[in-house]
């Protein structure tokens, strides 16, 4: 049986002492700046 997959190919490991900050990352947005509606997905990885 061949898995549904729903969320992106994984992320290759961070470099080694990624914190919270520079480990944050925009997979995805949609919307209106100028209306200021709409969604945003962030990710984080870390290994500090």
């Known amino acids: 049986m061949e898995m549904n ?3 992106r190919d994984p992320q290759p490991d961070p470099e080694v002492g990624t ?3 520079s480990g944050l990352w925009t997979s ?3 919307g209106d700046p100028i ?3 709409g969604v945003s997905v ?4 870390t290994n500090t």
Do not use: I
């Not at 962030?42 to 990885?45: G, I, K, M, Q, Y």
């Open 19 to 21: 914190d919270f900050d």
């Open 28 to 30: 995805d947005g949609r």
């Open 5 to 7: 997959r729903s969320f």
């Open 35 to 37: 209306e200021r509606a």
């Open 42 to 45: 962030r990710l984080s990885t």
